[in-house]
């Protein structure tokens, strides 16, 4: 990490229709909450500047439609990612058990270097809505911990609920995975370099 | 409920767009309001000449000379629209100079609007035969065509047009918006028309004879009705709305009404008196009306319009009715035999989808928010999902129903659109907005259907087309667009899924679909001419974002919220000159793909 070089995070909302990816989005931005949002179509994008453990990093929010129709835009999206954010209706109990279902495709289309250790955030939204509670944050919780302890939140962008908390640590995930893949990268053009040699005296027809 | 007189499909967005004006006015000062600086300073600066030019045509004080300038009939096809390119900065001069074949547009401008002018004034016969000129009608006629036919008009209208235009002398030429399509209806205002509706009796009777007792009848009942309106008896004016929607697609009584008798005739009066004539005939010419609509439908008569060009309605007079009747019923069993399996297993995903999408749907427009319009609108998503499961319902279908609604009902509703409470009108009406709502909309989406399949190759394939366009016409944006990573799919996904409905307002997209309607496969294939030229237009503010996120934000929020018929129809006219160019060197495209 010799040079500071400007920090740009690329994070991707990803989650059922209408569990509150824009609003989520929009709260954090802009501190704003509407109803009158539409329903995404392809993925829309928002950035926004933060300082996160006194580095000044911007971050790239893309906000994703919801229907699976659209999921074909994946790659177009998703590439070159350094978070994904799960997230889910707490009111809708098909919204949580998509997520696991999210998180493949998500891996599939994106291809991280290593889908192991690749960072997700799961966002369970709309606890405003506490009436018609249907995911309790235990069950969200334990299956976070099953996916490899992902970072789990209770949110509400409605009312603005552990929004920026949430946030943050996407943004530290991010910020990690970025740092990763320099990491990789370095590794990756070593091992370019020792290549060179066996292409030269290949014999093979691949 | 309401003391104005009925505003016969007056609907919001034409009003907006036509407004006074003091509305169009507020364009460059409202345009700063939306965050969006770089692209507001440039484009408010474009439009406020078209904006000056407006107000001055529009100024009423200039008497009955200045009327009928504003009068400019309609030409057959958008000539006359791309005549009006002002000099805004979307003009289009690298497309002339990278399609040689194409006479340049820039040339032919400025005497086509002069002769347009003049045209007001001329005989009727020389309307007919512009209107009849053919050569521009198909979308194969070769570039050349459309050139002829103007230089054709203008050697001989030229003649006549310089004393006309020197005498109203408030049209620069240059800078004459494209002839707005509802413009003519701009000087009518609901009281003019109430007026208008009850002049015309003589005239009215004249047609009644010709088309037979019975439509007479119903429209001296209905004059009635009319006239106990205006004294405020809300049960009777939806009395009314009901004949007139039961008579409307039979009928041309709509038509009528707004003809004025008089030696002076408004561009609006003389264009419906075309749509008359084209609609009058007891099998009417699909084409010739098609060639009418593309430069944009009188909002009063356009249901009826859309129905026919649709398809939905049969252009045969006689079976004009049964037909509607027949589809409407049909409609209704539709709903009773399926709607309640929405519950069903296999479909409660559909319908959920439908039910999320369906409040978020133009929540813009009081309307829409309304529950009986949205209970409209979720059964009919529903039934055409389920009667298409090769696609489903797709989200930015819910979108695509809302011009058929607004316009489909806004002629049933005795006030605005755009403040009108819906449940006010009788079911039976709201029924038969629905049923033609669902119909309309299923011939539209027959044509885009692998847009919504599986991965939406659709889609797809006409992002490749609209990139290979742009190319070819703006090559500079696309090595900016390509140069900051920015990838077509990134933002004319949307686009092409809600045909860019998501990036107009709405009374735009109404102006954008008569268009769309009257060609040839208007929203497959002419679209994405309609969107390159959409893209070109604002090139310049693109390409001084020279970053991707600045870029793509901008993308994504172009400044359109305050368009009116002017700009949409100067993107109309560039599309129509791509379509032409492209389409006759579709080698080029295809061998590239």
């Known amino acids: 990490m010799a040079t500071r070089k400007k920090v740009l995070l690329k994070v991707i909302i990803l989650g059922d229709s209408g569990v509150g990816k824009t609003s989520l989005m929009n709260q954090y931005v802009n501190r704003k909450f509407s109803n009158q949002y539409k329903a995404t179509i392809g993925a829309d994008f928002l950035t926004k500047e933060v300082t996160v453990d006194d580095r000044l990093v911007t971050m790239q929010i893309w906000d994703t439609a919801g229907q699976e129709r659209f999921q074909s835009l994946g790659v177009a999206f998703y590439r070159g990612a350094d978070c994904c954010v799960l997230v889910f209706d707490v009111t809708v109990p098909r919204s949580f058990e998509s997520l696991e279902a999210w998180r493949d495709e998500f891996l599939i289309q994106a291809s991280p270097r290593d889908p192991e250790h690749f960072p997700f955030v799961v966002l369970g939204n709309k606890v405003d809505l506490k009436d018609n509670r249907a995911i309790t944050e235990n069950r969200a919780k334990s299956w976070c911990d099953e996916k490899g302890n992902i970072p789990y939140f209770e949110t509400s962008a409605k009312e603005a609920t552990k929004v920026e908390t949430a946030f943050l640590t996407i943004a530290r995930a991010a910020l990690q995975q970025e740092k990763d893949e320099d990491i990789y990268h370095d590794f990756k053009d070593a091992v370019n370099l020792d290549d060179v040699p066996d292409k030269k005296q290949d014999g093979c027809g691949c | ?593």
Request: charged fraction near 20%.
């Open chain 2, 1 to 593: 409920m309401t003391s104005t007189p009925k505003s016969f499909g007056g609907g919001f967005w034409k009003k907006r767009a036509d407004g006074s004006p003091s509305k169009i006015r507020a364009v460059t000062t409202s345009s700063k309001r939306n965050g969006f600086q770089d692209f507001d300073d440039d484009m408010s600066e474009a439009w406020s000449v078209v904006e000056d030019d407006l107000i001055l045509s529009h100024t009423p004080t200039t008497g009955p000379s200045a009327s009928s300038s504003t009068g400019v009939p309609p030409p057959s096809r958008p000539h006359g629209a791309s005549s009006a390119s002002p000099p805004a900065p979307h003009s289009s001069s690298s497309l002339s100079s990278s399609s040689p074949p194409h006479p340049s547009a820039a040339t032919q401008r400025q005497p086509q609007t002069s002769s347009s002018v003049k045209q007001t004034q001329v005989q009727p016969q020389q309307q007919q035969q512009q209107q009849q000129q053919p050569a521009a009608s198909s979308s194969s006629t070769a570039p050349h065509a459309a050139g002829h036919q103007t230089s054709q008009q203008q050697q001989q209208q030229q003649q006549e047009a310089p004393q006309s235009v020197l005498q109203t002398g408030l049209l620069s030429p240059s800078l004459m918006p494209a002839p707005p399509a509802d413009t003519p209806d701009l000087p009518q205002t609901p009281a003019t028309r109430g007026t208008s509706a009850r002049t015309t009796g003589a005239e009215q009777q004249h047609k009644d004879r010709r088309e037979g007792k019975e439509d007479g009848s119903e429209e001296q009942e209905k004059k009635k009705q009319q006239q106990q309106q205006e004294q405020d008896e809300g049960r009777l004016k939806r009395q009314s709305s009901n004949s007139r929607v039961g008579v409307v697609p039979g009928s041309v009584m709509p038509v009528t009404r707004f003809t004025l008798p008089g030696e002076v005739k408004s561009r609006a009066e003389m264009k419906i008196g075309q749509f008359e004539k084209a609609l009058n005939s007891g099998n009417i010419d699909i084409e010739r009306l098609k060639r009418l609509s593309w430069s944009g439908v009188p909002s009063q008569i356009r249901p009826m319009v859309w129905r026919l060009l649709c398809g939905y309605l049969p252009a045969n007079l006689e079976r004009r009715q049964a037909t509607l009747e027949r589809k409407r019923e049909e409609y209704k069993a539709l709903v009773h035999r399926y709607y309640d399996t929405r519950h069903d297993a296999e479909n409660k995903k559909t319908f959920h989808q439908i039910q999320i999408d369906v409040p978020r749907t133009s929540p813009d427009v009081a309307t829409f928010q309304q529950p009986v319009v949205q209970e409209m609108l979720e059964r009919i998503l529903y039934i055409w999902a389920i009667r298409h499961p090769g696609s489903g319902y797709v989200q930015g279908m819910n979108d695509l129903v809302t011009p058929f609604i607004a316009v489909f009902i806004d002629d049933v509703l005795d006030c605005d659109f755009a403040v009108c409470d819906v449940t006010t009108v009788p079911p039976v009406l709201l029924a038969d907005v629905e049923a033609d709502s669902f119909w309309c909309l299923s011939r539209l989406l027959d044509g885009i259907q692998d847009n919504y399949t599986t991965a939406q190759p659709g889609i797809h394939h006409k992002i490749a087309r609209l990139q290979d366009v742009i190319k070819r016409i703006d090559r500079d944006l696309f090595d900016h667009l390509e140069s900051t990573g920015v990838l077509f799919v990134q933002f004319a996904f949307r686009w092409i899924n809600c045909l860019l409905m998501r990036e107009l307002p709405l009374h735009c997209t109404i102006r954008l679909w008569d268009t769309c309607l009257s060609e040839k496969d208007g929203f497959a294939s002419f679209h994405v001419y309609v969107c390159a030229a959409f893209l070109k237009m604002f090139s310049k503010q693109l390409q001084a974002r020279d970053d991707f996120q600045s870029l793509l934000y901008g993308l994504q929020n172009l400044p359109t919220s305050t368009w009116g018929f002017d700009e949409i129809e100067l993107v109309l006219a560039e599309a129509f000159t791509l379509q032409s160019v492209f389409d006759d060197s579709r080698a080029h495209l295809t061998a590239k793909q």
